[in-house]
């Protein structure tokens, strides 16, 4: 099948409350549409400048482009708005194609791919960033529903650190009230000062093996993460946040394997990883908002203390939701199964009795996907999963608690010489040297971290 030729940014429109970015590849066109709440475009134009917000569009839609990218269109032609396509702009696009691309790249067989070719000239100018007028709340949080959101907003909450929040729908995950029900049903029992909406309609996203398939290549590329992080900018100017807060941990930075044909580690994670963050955050204050700020909360912890940090949550865990397949739970992806298995491992069992309509552990199909989990026979999965020593502690805590059922005995027959103690030692720290927290943010949340780290310890060695 013929590769297509040229990937082209046709239409970046902005109505009042919302951004139409339309893509054309060759003759067929796509169309991404994103609208906020409590945002006025145009009136953020006349305040900052109608050069800023167009760059802040145009970062958007370039960033949008590179699910397009995985298309294999051979140009990419920005039109008009290539007069904000610097040679910096470039370097970090491609450095994030690279990194969220990986798994696409080794499913696709394209470890030379390197994406399309950018259209004409780098606009020259670099211009000056622009700032935010603080306002009432430093932080704005991202509140995705699960876990992680809610442990990273109990943690500001804790600190002392008022904040607000930001949940998004995305097509890709269906019905959108539903996934806004979802969110606000976490965010109800929290304390945010003001919580923000946003909503993400994507054409290439609504039937993606289709469109793959179409061009004979395995899906589009998955860059949600940076994407989101340019799409919250018009939200804080609006508002005055200056701190984009996200809940990615530490586990996040682990791949599923080393690919030996590129020498990489291929980690379905990337654009959540603290390299990405690194980058990302770098880019935007020296030529987006010099004095807004882009970090993970819980990037110092590992899974095994955020996990037992929702112990103090009790009843409220039933309210989170992790599945991107079928909302609340499907009960059968690599994700279910993973938070499945840390529920159970860490929390009271009788907030994880009833969670679930039957024992994940004892399903034929979540087989392989524990098989993975554990490194046994295979490669984890490509998903937002944990590292591999933190399933295995999971499912050594979870047999000695008494569960039961398929996958439990299979690790108790192939777990010979598995040293939990030993395997906890990583997990039961909190990397400070792996956090991009700002000063008075480490300050207040960093000896909250360590305590939650020492509970978590008690914890884990009162089962060995």
């Given amino acids: 099948m013929a590769r297509p030729d040229l990937l082209t940014l046709a239409r970046l429109e902005r109505r009042r409350d919302a951004l139409e970015i339309d893509f054309t590849l060759d003759d067929r066109a796509f169309r991404k549409r994103y609208r906020w709440a409590e945002v006025d475009l145009p009136g953020l134009e006349r305040r900052h400048g109608r050069d800023l917000l167009e760059r802040i569009y145009f970062h958007i839609a370039a960033f949008e482009a590179i699910p397009m990218a995985g298309l294999r269109p051979r140009r990419l032609d920005f039109g008009p708005w290539a007069r904000f396509a610097t040679t910096e702009l470039e370097t970090l696009w491609r450095q994030v194609l690279h990194g969220v691309g990986g798994q696409w790249r080794w499913e696709n067989g394209l470890a030379d791919d390197s994406g399309p070719e950018w259209v004409g000239d780098r606009a ?119 701190h984009l807060v996200l809940a990615n941990e530490r586990s996040a930075d682990e791949g599923s394997f080393v690919w030996p044909a590129t020498g990489e580690e291929v980690n379905h994670q990337w654009g959540k990883s603290f390299a990405a963050e690194r980058l990302l955050d770098d880019y935007l204050r020296r030529h987006l908002l010099a004095n807004v700020s882009y970090f993970s909360l819980l990037k110092p912890l590992w899974d095994v203390v955020i996990f037992h940090l929702l112990r103090a949550e009790g009843e409220l865990v039933r309210a989170t939701h992790s599945c991107s397949v079928t909302k609340p739970w499907c009960e059968s992806c690599p994700k279910c199964v993973y938070v499945g298995l840390g529920f159970h491992a860490y929390l009271d069992r009788d907030v994880v009795d009833g969670l679930f309509t039957s024992n994940l552990f004892d399903r034929r199909e979540n087989l392989e996907h524990y098989r993975g989990l554990l490194g046994l026979d295979r490669p984890k999965p490509f998903e937002c999963v944990g590292e591999i020593g933190e399933s295995r502690l999971a499912f050594e805590i979870c047999r000695r608690r008494g569960f039961t059922g398929g996958a439990i005995d299979e690790w108790a027959r192939r777990s010979d010489g598995f040293d939990p103690q030993r395997v906890a030692g990583r997990y039961l720290q909190v990397d400070e040297a792996t956090s991009g927290l700002p000063g008075e943010v480490a300050r207040a949340i960093l000896p909250l971290m360590r305590a939650g780290a020492a509970a978590a310890r008690g914890y884990v060695d009162s089962w060995f």
């Fill in 124 to 242: 020259a100018a670099v211009a000056a960033p622009g700032a935010v007028a603080p306002g009432e709340v430093a932080s704005l949080c991202f509140n995705g529903g699960g876990k992680d959101s809610l442990v990273a907003m109990r943690l500001l909450e804790r600190a002392g650190l008022a904040y607000a929040t930001l949940a998004y729908s995305h097509s890709t995950y269906g019905d959108e009230r539903l996934q806004h029900e979802l969110i606000g049903g976490v965010e109800r029992h929290c304390r945010p000062v003001r919580g923000h909406r946003q909503w993400v309609e994507d054409e290439l996203w609504d039937a993606p093996a289709a469109t793959a398939g179409e061009y004979a290549v395995s899906r589009p590329i998955v860059c949600e993460t940076p994407i989101s992080i340019f799409a919250s900018l018009p939200l804080a100017l609006a508002h005055g946040y200056r």
